[in-house]
C-alpha cells in the first residue's frame, strides 16, 4: 500500500507565499517522478509541476518564476514553494508520485487526498 500525505495549504494574501509538502510512504521500490496538480472550481486538473528523479524539472508557465518545486529522495518528500501568489493560484492542489511499489511489476500513478490553497485579501 502507498500514501502521499499532503501538507501546507491554506489562506493567503496575494503576494504572500506558501509551501507545500507531500510525502510519500509504505511499500515503495522506485519513485520516478513527483508533481504537484491542481484544480479550480469549474476547471480542468492541470499539471503545476513537475520533477524526476534525477532533478529535472518542469513547471506551466503561468508559475514559472513564481514557484519552485524540489524533492527529497531520502524523505520520498516533493516540495512546492509557492511565492508572489495570485487570486488565480487558488485551486485545490494534489501531489502525484509516479512510482513502483514492491507489490507491482508495473509503474503507477498514485495521488493525495489534496490542499486547499486559496489567495485572497
Known amino acids: 500500500q502507498v500514501q502521499l500525505v499532503e501538507s501546507g495549504g491554506g489562506l493567503v494574501q496575494p503576494g504572500g507565499s506558501l509551501r507545500l509538502s507531500c510525502a510519500a510512504s509504505?511499500?515503495?521500490?522506485?519513485?520516478?517522478?513527483m508533481a504537484w496538480y491542481r484544480q479550480a472550481p469549474g476547471k480542468q486538473r492541470e499539471l503545476v509541476a513537475a520533477?524526476?528523479?534525477?532533478?529535472?524539472?518542469n513547471y506551466v508557465s503561468s508559475v514559472k518564476g513564481r514557484f519552485t518545486v524540489s524533492r527529497d529522495g531520502a524523505k520520498n518528500t516533493v516540495y512546492l514553494q509557492m511565492n508572489s501568489l495570485k487570486p488565480e493560484d487558488t485551486a485545490v492542489y494534489y501531489c502525484?508520485?509516479?512510482?513502483?511499489?514492491?507489490?507491482?511489476?508495473?509503474?503507477?500513478?498514485?495521488w493525495g487526498q489534496g490542499t486547499q490553497v486559496t489567495v485572497s485579501s
Open positions: 502525484n508520485a509516479h512510482l513502483l511499489a514492491h507489490t507491482s511489476r508495473t509503474p503507477f500513478n498514485y
Open positions: 509504505g511499500s515503495i521500490f522506485s519513485i520516478y517522478a
Open positions: 520533477i524526476t528523479s534525477d532533478g529535472t524539472t
